[in-house]
């Protein structure tokens, strides 16, 4: 791997971890999330005039686009609903990792995908036992209870929702290609359109929602410039590791290195957040990180 792909991922895992721990600090909510993502959006609008025009995409692509939007909206509904009711450093690693074990089981389920290699097997369920470690912060907590609890299964729509669309975006994706973008403009526009999808879905859902509403003077408390911040944090990490696939041949290990924003998001919960550490939590990180290595290479 190149010198510049090593250097773009690492920077693209500092910054997802970095904005889950900010949303964290401010007040998580489907507002912040969504509001900040959109503004995001709204800020690199310029790139959907790379490539071909819009108009040129097929009429499947906005159907798949949608869908997309829904699922990105249940995936920063459940993190930020998890993250108002638990730690960051154990969600965080939940939400992120759990993806990588589900969608190719819904591949292999749904879309008739390779059958999974034994290696592929034992990574799995590295990051289950791995997941299931984390909470287990003290003797008492080693209990069904501990697992059946609100912030848990908000990280778990969280995973749903991550699962989702990105199934749908490689659709997504695949169509634009068909259409003559290149992959790094379909990535560039289709990162774009996403976001202001996501918003369009959240603004209503946001206004059905008491609690949202509630949170939206404390959002506005925080600025413009740190919603901007956020929201091209949450952008640009995934168009970041699109450059960084076009820069080198081995896309495994783009993959693989990817997965060092859950240990990161942990340190940062810990150091940043004060957030309690223990040894059940230092293992259960260790032990799921082995096993995304195992499943992405």
């Known amino acids: 791997m190149s010198s510049a792909a090593l250097a773009l991922v690492l920077v693209s895992v500092c910054m ?6 900010l949303g964290k600090r ?23 005039l790379f490539g071909p025009s819009l108009t040129a995409l097929p009429s499947a692509f906005w159907g798949w686009l949608a869908l997309s939007g829904l699922c990105q909206m249940l995936y920063m509904g459940g993190l930020a609903w998890a993250y108002a009711r638990g730690d960051v450093s154990v969600l965080y690693p ?24 034994r290696w592929d097997g034992l990574g799995m369920v590295l990051v289950v036992a791995g997941a299931l470690c984390l909470p287990l912060s003290h003797p008492q907590a080693r209990r069904i209870s501990t697992y059946l609890t609100p912030a848990m299964g908000f990280a778990l729509l969280a995973a749903a929702g991550t699962v989702g669309y990105s199934l749908i975006d490689k659709q997504a994706l695949g169509l634009m290609q068909g259409a003559g973008h290149s992959g790094l403009t379909a990535g560039a526009v289709f990162m774009v359109l996403q976001a202001l999808m996501t918003l369009t879905w959240s603004v209503p859902l946001m206004a059905l ?11 506005r408390q925080q600025g413009l410039t740190m919603l901007v911040v956020t929201g091209l944090m949450m952008t640009c990490t995934y168009g970041l590791v699109l450059i960084a696939m076009a820069l080198t041949d081995e896309v495994s290990y783009v993959v693989a290195l990817r997965q060092l924003s859950i240990p990161v998001g942990v340190l940062m919960g810990v150091l940043w957040l004060k957030e309690p550490a223990s040894r059940a939590k230092a293992v259960g990180t260790l032990v799921m990180l082995a096993g995304l290595v195992l499943v992405a290479l």
Not at 16 to 21: D, L
Not at 26 to 48: I, W
Not at 94 to 113: C, D, E, F, Y
């Open 16 to 21: 997802h971890a970095g904005w889950n721990v």
């Open 26 to 48: 401010n007040a998580p909510s489907l507002a912040s999330f969504t509001l900040a993502y959109g503004a995001g959006g709204a800020v690199m609008l310029p790139l959907v």
């Open 94 to 117: 939940i939400a992120r990792a759990l993806p990588v074990v589900l969608v190719p089981l819904v591949s292999i389920v749904l879309l008739g995908s390779r059958v999974l290699d």
């Open 209 to 219: 929602l008491p609690a949202e509403r509630r949170r939206l003077p404390a959002l």
